[in-house]
């Protein structure tokens, strides 16, 4: 914990010291999904970017109290305050359960982000099981005069409010601004003012998801859920509030307004957003309906793609850009990154090669300051606002002076070769949290594999195309003993592996 981190803040537009509340300890609440379909990339990135600085935090000595949430009610379409709950217009559509919707997304999000290697936060709270939590934070916002009923809905005040704090100070936005920008936005008949947004809405009768409230039966509106369970899990003030850049207005900017109308305080002393990933230059998301799932990405399984990426690369893709500034996809992109996970990987395995040094006569020697210096410059990067392309930067440098020691054109000794190890490891796989992996998919190796086999069995046909019947037999029969069925059939051979 002596390291001295700077983490840009986005209310402040600067980097600042990072300085824990409690000493010791750290309080991090991050955005998670709305679970009402498969993850896509815009979702991997906020998962990296936090599972990368919860990583770092803890590595640092931090006890981190990690909190990410599910959004399983509440979240409207267009995110306005009129339209369908997302998961309960999916549930009308495939004729289930909202819930059961949400926990087969819930349980298929868990699955991509086990396999994007990142860590489980400490708590995941569901919306729908805090609606006590939200209603109790509805009230204090009425009771303090910061909103107002109407038709048995709840909307925020956002004019008073403006009056006495500010809204729109996480944005840069003016309340004329954002009035100017909301005058299209549905609903606004039962609104005071157009920028005005619901802290808790009567259901219609067609709506399926409702819990009574001193109101109407309803349910809370989108924003509320956030500041209710970050304010139970993490308290009235806590260090870190994490999510995408998409989402510092409005939802974020919300969030201030609606601690600040309750307690008189803002909750957050940090606010940190990633920025987004782009396909053609345009946001990736499912209101542009020009996303790819990361189920789609690992098996291949889109038209824009030419073939699958193993979740390994996708995260080191991610992690090869700062995580505030804008990532576009493209399959040349992604091949390289894919690429570069390699060489790190390669480079990892020499290394272990070395563990026991190696002495060549007449060459230079692989300094323990070396060592020293690439442990500081990595911890630089990771201090400098999370850099970690220069961390990747680096740990490619210590690549290079690994294969010339492999080359036998420098020497290792044990001592250096084990601390050079240490520090690989800790920044590669610890911090950045990459894993030794062959950089394809499943289906790339799968396919890769059976274009291995195809070719065999061409030679095959080869040699009995020229009547080399003893090569064809043992060409045959040596594939047999691996487990091969080779069968010869009037439209050609066909080949498979017997389980």
Same mark, same amino acid.
Request: charged fraction near 30%; charge should be negative.
């Given at each position: *914990? =002596?390291?001295?981190?700077?983490?840009?803040?986005?209310?402040?537009?600067?980097?600042?010291?990072?300085?824990?509340?409690?000493?010791?300890r750290v309080g991090m609440y991050v955005c998670g999904p709305t679970v009402y379909g498969d993850a896509h990339l815009g979702h991997a990135r906020p998962a990296i970017t936090f599972?990368?600085?919860?990583r770092y935090l803890q590595h640092l000595g931090y006890k981190v109290r990690y909190v990410r949430n599910i959004t399983d009610v509440g979240h409207l379409e267009h995110d306005a305050d009129e339209g369908?709950?997302?998961?309960?217009?999916?549930?009308?559509? =495939?004729q289930l359960e909202p819930m059961e919707v949400a926990q087969y997304y819930v349980n298929r999000f868990h699955e991509a982000m086990d396999a994007l290697g990142c860590l489980p936060p400490s708590i995941e709270p569901h919306a729908s099981g805090h609606i006590i939590e939200q209603q109790q934070l509805v009230q204090e916002i009425i009771d303090n005069g910061y909103a107002y009923e109407s038709n048995g809905s709840i909307y925020f005040d956002v004019e008073k409010y403006d009056k006495d704090h500010k809204y729109g100070i996480l944005s840069g936005r003016s309340l004329e601004n954002i009035k100017d920008a909301s005058r299209e936005l549905a609903g606004v008949g039962e609104k005071k003012n157009q920028a005005d947004f619901a802290l808790w809405k009567a259901a219609q009768p067609e709506h399926i998801m409702r819990w009574p409230s001193a109101w109407s039966d309803g349910f809370p509106g989108w924003h509320c859920e956030c500041t209710a369970m970050g304010r139970k899990y993490l308290g009235e003030h806590f260090d870190i509030h994490g999510g995408g850049l998409d989402l510092v207005f409005p939802h974020h900017e919300?969030?201030?307004a609606q601690a600040v109308a309750s307690q008189g305080s803002q909750m957050v002393h940090y606010w940190m957003h990633n920025n987004m990933i782009t396909i053609d230059g345009k946001k990736m998301g499912k209101s542009y309906n020009n996303f790819i799932t990361l189920p789609q990405f690992f098996a291949g399984d889109h038209e824009r793609l030419e073939r699958g990426y193993s979740? *390994?690369?996708?995260?080191?893709?991610?992690?090869?850009?700062?995580?505030?500034?804008?990532?576009?996809?493209s399959n040349e992109a992604l091949q390289s990154a894919e690429k570069g996970l390699q060489r790190l990987i390669d480079g990892w395995k020499n290394l272990k090669r070395l563990q026991e040094g190696q002495k060549v006569k007449g060459q230079q020697p692989v300094? *323990?300051?070396?060592?020293? @210096?690439?442990?500081q410059s990595c911890y630089d990067a990771m201090n400098d606002d999370l850099a970690s392309p220069m961390v990747i930067s680096q740990l490619f440098d210590a690549c290079r002076v690994i294969n010339t020691v492999i080359d036998k054109k420098a020497n290792i000794t044990a001592e250096v070769a084990q601390a050079l190890a240490e520090v690989?490891?800790?920044f590669a796989f610890d911090i950045l949290g990459l894993k030794e992996d062959s950089g394809q998919s499943n289906?790339?190796? =799968? @396919?890769?594999?059976?274009?291995?086999?195809?070719m065999i069995l061409e030679q095959r046909q080869q040699a009995k195309a020229d009547k080399n019947w003893a090569l064809s037999d043992k060409i045959r029969d040596d594939l047999a003993a691996y487990g091969f069925e080779i069968k010869d059939t009037k439209d050609g051979v066909t080949w498979s592996l017997n389980k």
């Open positions: *914990m =002596e390291q001295p981190l700077l983490i840009y803040n986005t209310l402040s537009r600067q980097k600042e010291l990072f300085r824990p509340i409690t000493p010791g599972d990368l600085l919860f369908e709950d997302k998961i309960a217009k999916k549930a009308r559509l =495939e919300c969030e201030i979740p *390994m690369t996708i995260r080191f893709f991610i992690l090869q850009a700062h995580y505030r500034s804008t990532v576009d996809f300094e *323990m300051k070396y060592v020293d @210096d690439l442990r690989f490891h800790t289906k790339a190796r =799968e @396919d890769a594999f059976g274009h291995v086999v195809d």
